[in-house]
Structure formats: C-alpha cells, structure tokens
C-alpha cells in the first residue's frame, strides 16, 4: 500500500526556482516566460504534458485588437469585455487582457501558430458581443490543439524548463506564510514527491468538470481553487459559471468535443428551432441585447432561452433545441465544415437530412483566484493566471476572451514569478510538506462509499441545483448535500493499491471537488439578483446594489467565508 | 442492451487475469463510456487513461481493444464480448495504464 511504501524511504525532492501547477495554454506561456526571464521551471500536470486541460480542446476564436480586419483598438475591446462582464470586471485585469493580447497573437504567429489569413492578413471574424471583427482562428476547429502544439514546441526549443506529467499536487506548501514549494502524489510510482520552489504558479484552469454536462477535460475539477483556498489565497465571482448554450446533445457524438458547433452556426447562419420547427431567440431578445446581426443572443441570454423553451414543453426529444443547416445547399456545406463533414458522417449526422439537437453545458468559470494586477494572490510567493485567475470577466465572458487570457496572464504571471523568485532566496523547509506526506500516508484501504460514484452524484447535484438558474431553495439544498459527502469522504483518503491508484486520486479529487462546490453555492445563495451567468429564478433582474464582487476564503477554523467588496477599477500596466 | 467488456488487470510482474463486467448501454456510447459507468458501478480501481473524454483531443485512451490499438473515447460498445487489454508494446503500469508519457516528461527515468 501506499503508505508503508512512502514510509520506508524519504520521498523525491525536486527544487526549482518556478512552479507551474498546470500545462494547459496558460502554464506552458507561463513557464516560458519564466525559463525566458532567467528562472528554472518545473512544469507539472496531472495529466500528460500538453493533453490535459482546456486549451487544447478548444476549437474556437481569439479575441484581440489586431486591427488586421477592420481598423480596432484595444480600448474597444475593452469597452465590450467591460460590458459582457455586466459592471463586474476587474478593469486591471480586463485592461491586461486587451492591451497585451496583440502582443501575445503576433509572437504566437511568429511562433508559426497558423492563423487563418485572407488577402494577405490575419483573418479575424465577428463573435457575439463584439463591436467589430476581432476574432483569429485556425481552420477547421482547430485553434486550441494548434495554440496548443505551438507552445509545446516552444518548450522543446527552450531550455530551463522540466517537464513532468503524471503529477498530481496534493497541496502548496508555505513557510512563514509564503509559498515554498509543494506536495505532489506521483501518479505511476504511487509516492510522494516534494518540489521547492521560490515562486509558485497555479495555471489548473476551471471548474467546469464539476458539472455532468462539460466542454472541459477530466481534470478540470477545480483543483487549483481548492490548492489556493487552502494556503490562505481568496476566491473572487465564484458564482459566475459560465454555460455555453449549444453543446451537442444528440444524436451521440464521439470523437468531437461538443462545443463544436458555434463557429458553422456563425459562417453559415445554423438556425435554432424548437420542436415546433420555430426559431425562437429573437423571443428573448431585450433592447440591450448585443447583436452583430447574425447572431440574436449573446451566451447567457441564449442559455436562458433555451432552457426555457424545453421548460414551456417545446424542447426537443433529449431535451435541448434543434440547430439546423437544412436550409443550406450541400456543397455550402461541405465547403465550410470541410473535413468535419466526414467526421460528422462517422456519427450518423447528416445536417443536409435533420439537425442536430443542442443543449446548454458549462462551458468556462469567469471567477477564480484573487490577484492584483502582477497576478499574484494574496500568499507571497503564489501567483494564478489563466481560467484559473478571476475577475477580468466579471458576470459573464465575452467570446473569444478565454484563449487571450491563457497567454496575456500566463506570461505575466511567468515573468512575475520568475522576478518573484530572483529576489528571494529559497526558503524551502521540509516541515512545509509535512501536513500533505502525513495526508497521502494516512491512506487506508477502502472503496465505500465508492469516491467514483460520488464524483458523479457531486456533478449531478451541481447541474440540477448550481446551474445556469438557481433559487434558495435549490442552494440550500445543495449546500446541505455537499456537507453530507464531505462527511461520507471523511478527511482519511481511501486507496486501492500504489502504481495508478484511481480510488486515491478520486477521494483526492473529492476533497478538492467539494469544497470547490461549496464555494460557488455560497456566493450563489448570497447574490439575491441575476446578472450575466449567474440568474436566480427567485431573484430576476439586475439590482444595482448588487454591482459588487463576493470574496470567498477558508478561516482559520477550515470554514468558508464569505466578504463583498467594490469591483477593482484603474488600469495596469501591459 | 448489454457490453460485456473482458478487461485485463494486473501490475507489472503478476500473472495478468481478465475479469469480466457487465456494463447497460444506449446505442451510440463508447467504450470509454462504458469504463467510467464500471468504475462507479463496479470497481473503482479499475486503472485507465483518459483526459478529454469526448473530444478524441487528448489522445490518452488508447489501448488494445478486440486485439486493435484504437481509442476508447472513438471505439462503440457492442452487445456481446470486448475484449479490452492494455497496449502490448508499451511498459504496463497497471490494468490497461500503460507508460506512454515521453521518457523528458517523466519523473523517473525509463524502467
């Protein structure tokens, strides 16, 4: 077992001067930018470098103000980032976000990331929410595996930067209040490993994977929330998940990520009908809607009128709105899906014969961990970037904004740890890692309650009761629930045997899950309104005494706190 | 319907064994499907790779499927027997977890 192993010999220890917790878009930009500033890199993930996280299953557009379309400043993108959030933003971040995005683009197309180009420049494309063509893509739905397979090369080319997949960390160690380094369970072996680090980066993306329906990768858990809550770090707009309104829903589609259709509804004008035939969103369009002209709704409003369309008894059969490209020709077809085409018709889905059915999925997380405009959290020595930071996004995401954020706060928080860690010398000591080496040591053999099937029932309950629309009844009823598996789970890990223990990583994963979960309900609950992502159907509409940020952090007792504060205004730096 | 999915177990050094699990299925549903409902429903030891679940982006599941390399995440279930093993030429962590990182990103070197 696990713990006799690891008690017999001292565990590996790693040093390094930065810590990437994570090797999606943001943590390989981010240990780049380290390894660029002169820093060792230790870059880890739970999964295998480069697979794991959400950047390379995106399949979407890049936001920036290229001006290689149309004439563009990043002040207007600002202005509709600053408007999609709904008063919420954190305006230094989402500045960050605008002003820098360029910068990260064009070293990307440097990079050879393949932007897909028209006369000669950078083709960028119309998305809802934004004033003018400001997206770059790469065809077809390739853009995140392409981010993706571009920053990987980078790290071969650059040295200074180690590469560990198959870690999992279990918690950020601190001495005197700052972040030394951490505790990992090495998935293969079954036994801990210590890391110091001077600087500690947390790039582990959302929390999507809390939900049964998700656009993210098994390891989107919420696990870095749960690593910076426990150091003493704050959570900021927890509440605000973000549902992407099409995701597949049937008929079954493998080997595709579900969130694939949005771009062929935009170039193509797909129509979302209900089951009786009748487009339906102009319904629900309200004088504020934003609109390009093709698109009605912007996310969260489509969410919404979807989700009411099936509770009005006009879904379709599984319960979501059809998506239809019947009213196109063929060839129109064939030429803008290209390849998916045949993909498609590996799935038996012929869009010239019958639409599709979608349905609303969590889709991104718009709050995260607290940081200041360096991207550091409260805890010295700990930084976030990525999905991971919130605040730019206030209520609601404007589309085109995740992948911009991975590389603009991914770079900064690389730089800044890299800085971080040149003027401090390690502090590593071994009693920082001793709380999580007793934890994994503390592991017992045991598989009830099954921590597989609480997962499930954890995403289920998430999904009826914390989604897209909430009432007090449903969040009292999910906070109580979520107590109840904390106390099923216990506070001793179950495991099953050393190599690839998936019964540890579960209770692992639970123990982070749950308070993770607790952390959006609670804020939930407290917001008697609805704005962006979050609409309380006992609370409908905007209140302007609302237009305020809920902070979440762990007492010193290990229960949630909850505190308001005045959303960040004031403009950083690039 | 019913998959009947024959699953090979074991660690490194052990004379591998097959267990047998009945998992329910709705046409259409994939192999990698079928291995999570078993760990919920059956054995949450069960050792498998997977990351992006749906996508076919993460490229983590493959693994021998009715004598085949192929994805777990792409491969349908099917009334009747699949057989389901680990890659065979890869080191074997355990059940059908096989190392497959590249030897720079591994914490160990190669075994």
Redesign the interface.
């Known amino acids: 077992m696990t713990a006799q192993a690891n008690q017999s010999a001292a565990p ?1 220890h790693i040093e390094t001067d930065v810590l990437v917790i994570g090797a999606g878009g943001a943590g390989m930009y981010a240990a780049l930018e380290a390894a660029k500033a002169g820093a060792s890199v230790v870059l880890a993930d739970r ?3 480069g ?2 996280g959400a950047t ?2 995106a399949q979407m557009t890049v936001a920036a103000a290229l001006a290689e379309q149309t004439p563009d400043h990043w002040e207007h993108h600002l202005a509709d980032t600053l408007a999609a959030g709904r008063g919420l933003c954190d305006e230094r971040l989402a500045a960050l976000l605008c002003e820098d995005g360029p910068h990260r683009l064009r070293e990307m197309d440097g990079w050879k990331v393949g932007w897909a180009r028209e006369d000669g420049h950078i083709k960028q494309a119309q998305a809802p929410g934004h004033d003018r063509p400001r997206c770059a893509y790469v065809d077809f739905l390739s853009t ?2 392409a981010v993706s397979r571009t920053l990987r090369a980078q790290l071969n080319l650059s040295s200074g930067i180690r ?5 999992v960390i279990v918690d950020i160690a601190l001495h005197e209040g700052a972040a030394c380094g951490a505790t990992a369970l ?1 998935l ?2 079954g036994e801990a ?1 210590t890391l110091a680090a001077k600087a500690v980066v947390i790039a582990t993306g959302g929390l999507t994977g809390l939900y049964r329906r998700n656009s993210a ?3 989107m858990g919420g696990d870095g929330y749960a690593l910076a809550l426990r150091v003493g770090a704050e959570l900021i707009d927890m509440e605000f998940v973000q549902f992407f309104p099409i995701g597949h829903l049937a ?8 969130i694939m259709w949005d771009p062929f509804r935009y170039k193509l004008g797909g129509k979302l009908l209900n089951a009786e035939m009748r487009e339906f969103e102009q319904d629900y369009a309200t004088p504020d809607t934003r609109s390009d002209g093709r698109y009605v709704l912007t996310r969260d409003l489509a969410t919404y009128a979807i989700t009411r369309e099936v509770e009005a008894g006009r879904g379709s059969p599984a319960g979501g709105a059809y998506l239809s490209f019947q009213h196109l020709p063929e060839a129109e077809i064939r030429s803008a899906f290209g390849p998916v085409v045949d993909r498609l018709a590996a ?2 889905i012929d869009l010239t014969k019958r639409p599709v059915e979608v349905a609303p999925i969590a889709h991104y997380h718009m709050g995260g961990v607290r940081v200041d405009d360096t991207l550091r959290t409260a805890v010295p020595g700990l930084y976030a970037c990525g999905e991971a930071v919130g605040g730019a996004n206030g209520a609601n995401r404007l589309s085109g904004n995740a992948i911009t954020e991975a590389l603009v706060f991914g770079a900064s928080a690389g730089r800044n740890a890299a800085r971080h860690a040149q003027r401090n010398s390690a502090r590593w000591s071994a009693p920082a890692a001793d709380p999580a080496l007793n934890l994994l040591r503390s592991a017992v053999r045991r ?1 009830a309650p ?4 609480v997962i ?1 029932d954890l995403k289920a309950l998430m999904a009826d009761q914390v989604g897209p629309f909430r009432t007090e009844a449903k969040l009292q009823s999910a906070l109580a629930a979520i107590a109840r598996m904390k106390s099923e789970i216990g506070e001793v890990p179950f495991s ?2 050393a ?5 540890l990583v ?1 209770w692992l994963d639970l123990r982070n899950m749950l308070l993770v979960a607790q952390s959006v309900a609670m804020p939930a609950l407290a917001r008697t309104e609805s704005r962006g992502a979050h609409q309380r159907e006992d609370h409908p509409g905007l209140d302007e005494s609302w237009c305020i940020n809920q902070i979440v952090a762990l007492s010193g007792d290990s229960a949630l706190e909850l505190r308001r504060a005045a959303p960040s205004s004031g403009r950083a730096a690039a | 319907m019913k998959a009947t999915l024959a699953i090979q177990r074991g ?1 490194p050094g052990e004379v591998p064994r097959v267990d047998n699990f009945e998992v329910a299925f ?5 192999v990698l499907d079928g291995l ?1 409902a078993l ?3 059956a054995d ?4 498998f790779r ?11 599941c493959m693994m021998l499927i009715d004598g085949k390399v192929d ?1 777990a ?2 491969v ?1 279930l099917k009334e009747g027997v699949t057989v389901l093993g680990p890659l065979p030429k890869k080191a074997l ?3 059908l ?1 096989t ?4 030897p ?5 070197p190669r075994r």
């Not at chain 2, 709705?26 to 994939?30: I, N």
């Open positions: 590996a999964s295998l470098i697979r794991g390379v299953m995140g595996p590469r560990i997949g198959e870690l090495h293969p072996s490993v990768s098994s390891n008929p079954r589609l493998v080997g595709m990520d579900p799935n038996g598989d099954n921590p597989a099937a499930r099953s045997t190599a690839f223990d998936p019964v579960d | 660690v709705e046409p259409g549903q994939s999570r760990r919920c429903e949450p030891s069960l050792a997977f990351s992006c679940i749906n996508a076919n982006a993460c490229k983590e994805y995440c792409t349908r962590v355990r059940d977890v190392e497959i990182a590249p720079d990103e591994r914490l160990l």
